[in-house]
Each structure stands twice: as C-alpha cells, then as structure tokens.
C-alpha cells in the first residue's frame, strides 16, 4: 500500500469507481426482458404444477450457486471428485448468473477488496451498483483468469464457462416442453428472477443490514431473513471471519441449509472434507469482547468525510495553512486564516485512514493466519482419521 497520503483517501473513500464504468444496454436487455417475462404467465394457463416447478428450480439452483459456485468454486471448503465438480459447474450455469470461473473469480476478488477500491460490488458504491449494476457493467464482462487459476486447468470447467448460456436454454426447454407456456413463464423465468435478487441481497443487503459478530476489515452482517433467503449465505460476518468454512452458521440456531445438504451428501461420498470452523477460533476477534472493528471505523470515517460536504479525497489533498485569507474581502474575518479549519479537519481525516488502513492491513494478515490454522487442523484431523 502506498504511503501517499492521498493514495489512501482515493482507497479509502467514495466515488472510487472508474468513470469509464457504463451499464452495456445491449448486453442487459435479456436481463430486462427475463423480469417482464413472467407477466406473461396473465395470458396463459397456468397451474398449480408451475407453481411447484418455480418453487423447486428456486431452491435446486440456489443450492448449485450457494454450494456450487460460492463454497466450492470460490473458496474450496470441501472436496469432490471431477464429475460431481463438473455437475456443480451445469447446475450453477442454469442459474443464468453466467459461468462458474466468472462468478468465482470475481467473488474471490471481492473478498480480497472488501468495501475499499477494488471490489467489485461494494454498497459503498450505492444499492443500485453493489445489487446488479456491477454485472451489468461494461467493465466485469469477462472472466479473470488470474484469480480463478486453480480451476482453469480443467477444460470442461473452462468449456461450461465459455458456454454457460447452453444450461439455461436447455433448461428453460424442458420447462416448455413438461409445462407448457406456465412452465417456462413461471416455472422458469420468475424462478430465475427471484433467484437473481435472492442472491444479489447478499452483496447488496448483507453488508448493510444485520449484526456483526466479528471485527473484520469490511461491513459484512449477520441477518436471519437474508439467510432464510438464500440458504444460509446470509450469515455474512461469519463468512468473512472464516471464508473457507463450508458452514456458515456457526450456532445451531443459524439455520444453513445448503451446509445441512452439503453434510448430507458426505454421508453418500459424494463431497468430503468439509471445513468447519473450529471450535477455538470461534471465540475470537468477538466484537461483544471488545475486539476492534476495524471494518465499521474505517466505515464510520467515510460517513463522516461526507457530513463535512466534502469528497475524503479532496479533503487530504489540502495543502496546510498558508497564512492570511488570499480573497481579501475584508470584514470581520478579514486577515483569518480562512484555510485553517478544512486544513485540521483534512489532516485529522488523513491520520485517521492512514491508521485505519494498518489497522486493516493487520487485521487482515491475521485473517490469513486464522484461515491458516483451519487448514492445520483439517490436515491434522484428516491425517487421525477424525
């Protein structure tokens, strides 16, 4: 991270997305027409059987992009062997939320930027951006390949990524093809609608609205209904405590039901090694405990550079006092130092981020440390035979 001054303010305030960034209309009008496709369904037959395929193809392909794309592709919390990870890839891919290394790559630089410059869909940017205006933006259009390596040595994964569009076609077929018009109006595109914003919550909400467990260098939250939601993701703080963990509510009253399915599917061998949090780590870094939530001051401070009607980068840039007001307009502040008050105010803010970020910067290497030990003890635990 660079010492200048006025590289942190850039890093850590508002505003801090490229203006090159533009929505690509032509690219969103499949997007658009997929939420007005279901009004359709007021012209049609439609049955209660609909009903039931848009409830099941929710809730089967949450679980491909809850399980699939995020604790598997994402963050590897457990293992599989090559088909079952080739079935993940197709599950997911239906989802229309584009291929399994697209999604995971930018995912994992999410986590690596959390609510500073760089991330890809953080609130700090507005509801509308960190809920779908990054997607459809013209700048995350391709896959990063240089954060989804691990993966790409698999031709079949690179191959369902490039066609990731075949699934959901193909699936939105058979819809028509079991139901009928009700089938493909509502079993499939009000299913993929409501999956679309049941899985967006999580980077638009789950760090905006909730409780925090943790310190942790972002806003991340813990909420119930977002979890209920969308399997079990909504319990956000704890992921980004512990991101590899394959469960993600930590108490038994955190319901997680993509962890429940996942354990499910050991049982058969299906998947294995799933990483749990452990039980020694759970009591650390616990706000409640008085630990410091790095995250939310760094939030905090960004909040009050705005009160100041002021943007945090202009402000630091302040060059200090020079001496007598250069307007000269005379009165009773004639001869102040009129620069003095936004010059304290500037360097007070300036402190404050630059601490704020080793104090992140810190945080986050212990992160790395904790993730470390949860791999020590899964080794460990594998290597006993527990």
């Known amino acids: 991270m660079d010492d200048d001054s006025s590289g942190v303010s850039e890093r850590a305030g508002h505003g801090t997305r ?13 997007f658009l027409a997929s939420h007005l496709a279901p009004l359709a369904a007021l012209f049609v037959t439609v049955t209660w059987k609909d009903w039931v395929l848009c409830g099941v193809l929710y809730a089967v392909r949450l679980f491909f992009i809850t399980a699939g794309y995020h604790r598997y592709f994402s963050h590897r919390s457990f293992k599989t062997g090559r088909v079952p990870q080739f079935l993940l890839a197709v599950g997911g891919a239906s989802a229309v939320q ?31 951006w960190s809920h779908v205006g990054w997607i459809l933006s013209t700048r995350y259009k391709a896959t990063d390949d240089s954060s989804i390596r691990d993966f790409l040595v698999y031709p079949e994964l690179r191959l369902v990524d490039r066609l990731w569009w075949v699934a959901p076609v193909a699936l939105a077929a058979a819809c028509l093809a079991w139901g009928g018009w009700g089938g493909l109006f509502i079993g499939f595109f009000l299913s993929t609608v409501l999956l679309w914003h049941g899985t967006f919550t999580v980077n638009s ?131 102040e130092d009129m620069s003095e008050p936004s010059a304290m105010l500037a360097a007070l803010i300036r402190r404050a981020m630059e601490s704020a ?10 992160r790395e440390t904790i993730e470390g030990a949860v791999a020590r003890d899964d080794t460990l635990a594998e290597s006993t035979g527990s």
């Open 205 to 335: 909400l789950a760090h905006v609205v909730g409780r925090r467990r943790y310190a942790t260098p972002d806003t991340s939250r813990n909420s119930l209904p977002i979890a209920l939601l969308t399997g079990g993701e909504g319990w956000h703080n704890n992921h980004h405590y512990l991101p590899s963990s394959a469960r993600q509510g930590f108490t038994w009253w955190e319901v997680d039901p993509t962890f429940y399915a996942l354990r499910g599917l050991a049982v058969v061998r299906v998947v294995r090694d799933l990483k749990r949090p452990p039980p020694h780590l759970l009591g650390r870094a616990r706000v409640r405990d008085g630990a410091f939530d790095i995250g939310m001051f760094r939030s905090y401070w960004e909040r009050a550079a705005q009160v100041t009607g002021h943007a945090l980068a202009d402000l630091t840039r302040l060059q200090p006092p020079t001496g007598r007001d250069p307007r000269g307009t005379g009165g009773a502040h004639d001869g």
């Open 18 to 30: 490229p203006s090159g960034d533009r929505t690509d209309w032509l690219s969103a009008v499949p």
């Open 98 to 128: 584009k291929g399994p290394l697209w999604w995971a790559g930018h995912h994992r630089i999410h986590h690596r930027f959390t609510d500073i410059d760089g991330d890809v869909h953080s609130p700090r940017e507005g509801f509308w």
């Open 357 to 366: 970020d080793q104090l992140a910067r810190a945080t986050r290497l212990t």
